[in-house]
C-alpha cells in the first residue's frame, strides 16, 4: 500500500489487537459475500487472503509472552502526544479557516490539505509545515480568532513534531522488539483492512445497510482504551519543544 515500516508501526500502535481482529474479521466476511461487486474495482479473494495472512500474524505475534512488550518509552509517549497536538491545531485552525473564508473558495482549499485523519508522522510534518507557511499568510485574516497566538501554537508544534521525527531512531532503539513487531503487524492489518472499507464506501454508498458492515466503529474506540502500551512508571521527562 505503499507505507514505510515507521509508519505502519505508528499506525497500529493505535489499536487493540482484538479491536483489529473483530473489526477485520467483520470486513472480510462482508466482502465475500459481495466479492462479485467488488471485482471492478480490484478486491479479489487474494486481496482478503492477504488480509487473512496479517490476522493469522497478528495472532501469532499477540499470542507471545507479554515479557516488556506493554512497555512505552519516554520517546515514544512525547511523540503520540506530539501528534495529538498537532492534530487537535489542525482541526481548530481548518474549522476558522472555513468560517473565514467561507466566500473565499480558493482560499479556504489552501487549508484543505486532503488528509482527514492521518496520524503518521511524517505525513503530519508535512501538513502542518504546509498549514503554518498558509496560516502566515493569510494571517491579518485571523485577527478576530487571535491569530499571532494561533500562528505561534502551530510553530510550536511543528518544532514538536520535527523533534519526535528526528529522535524516531533513537525512540526505535529503546523500544523492545516485540513491541515494534506487534504495531508493525497491526499496521498492516489496519491498512490492508481500510482498503477494502475504503472500497465499500465507494460501490455501497447508496446503500447504507450494506454499507454499515464496512464500518469503523469496532475500532473507534475511546483513546485510553485504544493502545497496547502502557506508560513505563517513573518515566524521565522528556522535553517536547513545547514553549
Same mark, same amino acid.
Given at each position: 500500500m505503499g507505507y514505510e515500516r515507521e509508519e505502519l508501526i505508528h499506525i497500529g500502535e493505535r489499536f487493540t489487537?482484538?479491536?483489529? =481482529?473483530?473489526?477485520?474479521? #467483520?470486513?472480510? #466476511?462482508?466482502? !465475500? #459475500?459481495?466479492?462479485?461487486?467488488?471485482?471492478?474495482?480490484? &478486491?479479489?479473494?487474494?486481496? =482478503?487472503?492477504?488480509? @487473512?495472512?496479517? !490476522?493469522? #500474524? $497478528?495472532?501469532? =505475534?499477540?499470542?507471545?509472552?507479554?515479557?516488556?512488550?506493554?512497555?512505552?518509552?519516554?520517546?515514544? &509517549?512525547?511523540?503520540?502526544? %506530539?501528534?495529538? %497536538? %498537532?492534530?487537535?491545531w489542525r482541526e481548530?485552525?481548518?474549522? =476558522?479557516?472555513?468560517? &473565514?473564508? +467561507?466566500?473565499?473558495? +480558493?482560499? $479556504?482549499?489552501?487549508?484543505?490539505?486532503?488528509?482527514?485523519?492521518?496520524?503518521?508522522?511524517?505525513? *503530519?510534518?508535512?501538513?502542518?509545515?504546509? &498549514?503554518?507557511?498558509? *496560516?502566515? @499568510?493569510h494571517l491579518a485574516a485571523f485577527a478576530a480568532v487571535g491569530g499571532p497566538s494561533l500562528l505561534k501554537r502551530g510553530e510550536e508544534t511543528l518544532k514538536r513534531l520535527e523533534e519526535a521525527q528526528q529522535r524516531i531512531p533513537e525512540e526505535r532503539s529503546q523500544a523492545p522488539a516485540p513491541l515494534a513487531e506487534l504495531c508493525h503487524a497491526q499496521g498492516i492489518l489496519y491498512t490492508r483492512t481500510r482498503f477494502v472499507a475504503r472500497i465499500a464506501q465507494v460501490e455501497f454508498h447508496r446503500d447504507p445497510e450494506r454499507l454499515a458492515r464496512y464500518g469503523y466503529a469496532p475500532v473507534r474506540q475511546p483513546a485510553e482504551n485504544t493502545s497496547n502500551v502502557r506508560p513505563r512508571a517513573n518515566r524521565t521527562p522528556v522535553t517536547s519543544g513545547k514553549g
Open positions: 489487537v482484538q479491536s483489529l =481482529l473483530d473489526w477485520s474479521g #467483520q470486513v472480510v #466476511q462482508a466482502a !465475500r #459475500q459481495d466479492l462479485a461487486r467488488f471485482k471492478a474495482r480490484g &478486491i479479489t479473494e487474494t486481496t =482478503l487472503r492477504d488480509i @487473512e495472512t496479517a !490476522r493469522e #500474524q $497478528l495472532k501469532k =505475534l499477540s499470542a507471545a509472552p507479554v515479557g516488556d512488550r506493554h512497555e512505552a518509552s519516554p520517546l515514544a &509517549i512525547a511523540r503520540r502526544e %506530539a501528534v495529538e %497536538a %498537532a492534530l487537535e481548530e485552525v481548518k474549522g =476558522l479557516a472555513e468560517a &473565514i473564508f +467561507d466566500s473565499e473558495p +480558493d482560499v $479556504l482549499a489552501r487549508f484543505r490539505t486532503g488528509v482527514k485523519v492521518s496520524r503518521s508522522l511524517f505525513k *503530519l510534518v508535512r501538513e502542518v509545515g504546509f &498549514i503554518v507557511g498558509v *496560516l502566515r @499568510e
